[in-house]
């Protein structure tokens, strides 16, 4: 009995420690991180109870494991800032037809030390005016969930925010480039 609540207390001194080391890398903020987390908590969780459990009530302890590693795996994903490759899968599920990429940046990383990922895009489009550019780029984040007030981002035709949960976006004001063209700054910032 005694080794048995040793065991139970080394599976959980595991999952604690290997949560926080996950929390702390922004693992589960990747594309597929979920998958990932599951997968390293559920096999340190079974395998401490592999080593020392008993034969008895091993199945209740292998599931209540599981069950508790998948849990943790999703609060971990619920709470990661997403990484910079995220953020530039959501800026490429925008729908900008008539818009294409002049420039691109990338920073940061998924720990947010020194920062947390940001990507910035400056798109060129079609000549129109501010507004019309404005609205183009408002309604495309709307589409997309985004929360934001298009009237009020509209009416100004400078820049405006939107946010969804772990993101926040900032449109620049439109700008006419040197060789004539209607480009627009957008930045996807992890919070």
Do not use: H
């Not at 959501?90 to 008539?98: G, R, V």
């Amino acid at each position: 009995m005694r080794k048995q609540k040793l065991v139970t207390i080394s599976a959980v001194v595991a999952l604690a420690f290997l949560t926080a080391g996950l929390d702390i890398m922004g693992v589960a903020g990747y594309r597929f991180g979920f998958v990932f987390v599951s997968l390293v908590l559920v096999a340190t969780a079974v395998g401490v109870l592999a080593v020392g459990g008993s034969p008895g009530m091993a199945r209740l302890w292998y599931l209540a494991a599981v069950v508790g590693a998948i849990a943790i795996a999703g609060l971990l994903v619920d709470r990661a800032p997403f990484s910079v490759p995220r953020l530039a899968s959501e800026m490429d599920a925008l729908p900008l037809p008539l818009y294409r990429v002049v420039e691109e940046t990338r920073q940061g990383n998924s720990r947010c030390r020194p920062s947390c990922p940001v990507v910035t895009r400056i798109y060129a489009g079609p000549l129109l005016d501010d507004r019309g550019t404005v609205l183009d780029v408002a309604n495309a984040l709307q589409l997309r969930g985004y929360q934001l007030d298009i009237a009020r981002a509209v009416t100004s035709a400078t820049s405006f925010e939107a946010r969804r949960k772990r993101v926040k976006v900032t449109v620049s004001a439109p700008t006419l480039s040197s060789s004539g063209e209607r480009q627009v700054a957008i930045t996807f910032r992890a919070s």
